[in-house]
């Protein structure tokens, strides 16, 4: 069960950051268009 734990709080953790890229680019690509 602690490898399961870990895989989802992994997995949660990376949708978090890529949510965070995007919505980083997202002022430069509004500029740009």
């Known amino acids: ?3 399961f734990h870990n895989a989802h709080i992994y ?3 990376h949708r978090a950051r ?3 890229g995007i919505f ?3 002022p430069c ?3 740009s268009g």
Do not use: F, G, I, K
Request: glycine fraction near 0%.
């Open 11 to 13: 997995r949660a953790r």
């Open 1 to 3: 069960a602690e490898v």
């Open 18 to 20: 890529e949510q965070r």
């Open 24 to 26: 980083a680019l997202l």
């Open 29 to 31: 690509l509004s500029r």
